[in-house]
């Protein structure tokens, strides 16, 4: 249950998180973006393209952005906001968190700076506590308005999730609920009961989900299970093999072994008053399934 700071060649700052039991995580203190985790297996959970580049001032393809101030294109900055393209700091004194027992954590910070405020002229503090436990990963971000007025703002945890083939997945939670399709001008549609398949681009923010979605992946034999709070929406982004090709950071057969879900806070953009507080909460678990041979039904990691 530990954590310690390594940098890489090019002087880039990460930290890795353990937990005694083969769990570990990697996280880039630009962007606040995690960008490894392995289970007690030592299996790679999250995504990340071979193209990406880990420099300052370019998005890390993969892992765990956190997007803020804004969520995709749904206000006037450029997409998903800067917080990613940005150096965050180990924040030394957390404001009181509760220290988990047996888990081993990391608290990072990102402050405005005089740059920032160019883009978006508001002060604010930024906080993303990272937990690593058996088979878990938390991360609560939390949002500081030090200004003198009122802000507000969008948010995202984006997820880039490694699947054996994304075409043999299915969603579940998301069912039946009410969606905005980037793909089709952001017009609005009704999801169909049945679980979901990807079999093609998708781009959807799904609006007021429940708390827990599934994504069930037959041939690893793995279920992932999405919790959250304080950020009732959710997205689904593969850019699948047309639009990869645009991708300068992005492999060709990528699209293939990857899917984002997104916790999200978009269609009703959060409020602070000076001096407040929003906190936002995430958990990622796993459940290993022979789902073919009916050990676990999708149906209880959803509702049980
Ligand atoms: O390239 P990025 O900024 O990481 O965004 C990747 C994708 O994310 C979103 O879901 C947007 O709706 C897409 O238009 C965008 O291509």
Known sequence: MTWSVVHDGDGFPRV?????????AEVLLYGGQVVSW?????????FTSSKTSFRPQKDVRGGIPIFFPQYGSFKSLDLSGFARNRLWALDSSPAPLPPLKNHS???????????DVR???????????IILGPNKLTLIPRVR?????DFSFTFGIRNYISVSDVSEVRVEGLETLDYLDNIMGRERFVEQPDAITIDGEVDRVYLNTPTKIAVIDHEKKRTLVLRKDGLPDAALWNPWNK???TMPDF?????????????AAVETPINLKTFQ?????????????SYCSGQLDPRKVLFG
Do not use: Y
């Open 277 to 289: 507080e929003w906190r936002g909460h995430q958990e990622l678990s796993t459940v290993s399934s």
């Open 16 to 24: 890795i998180l353990t937990d005694g039991g083969g769990s570990s």
């Open 145 to 149: 308005n030090t200004d003198n007025k």
């Open 38 to 46: 392995k289970n007690e297996r030592r299996e790679e959970l999250l």
């Open 243 to 245: 639009k990869a090709r």
């Open 251 to 263: 492999g060709d057969g990528d699209f293939n072994v990857m899917l984002c879900v997104d916790s």
């Open 105 to 115: 954590s990391v608290d990072l910070i990102l402050r405005s700076t005089n740059e």
């Open 119 to 129: 883009i978006w002229p508001r002060s604010f503090e930024l906080r993303l506590r």
